[in-house]
Nanobody, 119 residues
Framework: EVQLVESGGGLVQAGGSLRLSCAAS????????IGWFRQAPGKEREGVSC????????YYADSVKGRFTISSDNAKNTVYLEMNSLLPEDTAVYYC????????????WGQGTQVTVSS
């Protein structure tokens, strides 16, 4: 069974940091990219960052460049999102999802973890 399980969300003050984890199981990790997305109340889902498990290539949305860092521990089948200098506008439910390398579609999603940044 394919599973993506996020953890690490919480409440933090503006300027603080959090590290999200996405633990993957049930599929060949190296065949997929893992992306982080977020959705705030009343807003559309936004792609935040992505990493290819095979070559480590990364992508960041402009809104998080220089503040967020994505990394992958292939031995643990886990992707991390280190979030620094958090802003109130980073408040959202954060989801991880998988995308088969060479595909444009994210086909399996985690349940999400809430990140709340207070001003």
């Amino acid at each position: 069974e394919v599973q993506l399980v996020e953890s690490g969300g919480g409440l933090v003050q503006a300027g603080g940091s959090l590290r999200l984890s996405c633990a993957a199981s049930g599929f060949t990790f190296d065949d997929y990219a893992i992306g982080w997305f977020r959705q705030a109340p009343g807003k559309e889902r936004e792609g935040v960052s992505c990493i290819s498990s095979s070559d480590g290539s990364t992508y960041y949305a402009d809104s998080v460049k220089g503040r967020f860092t994505i990394s992958s521990d292939n031995a643990k089948n886990t992707v991390y999102l280190e979030m620094n200098s958090l802003l109130p506008e980073d408040t959202a439910v954060y989801y991880c999802a998988r995308r088969r390398l060479g595909s444009d579609e994210y086909d399996h999603w985690g349940q999400g973890t809430q990140v709340t940044v207070s001003s």
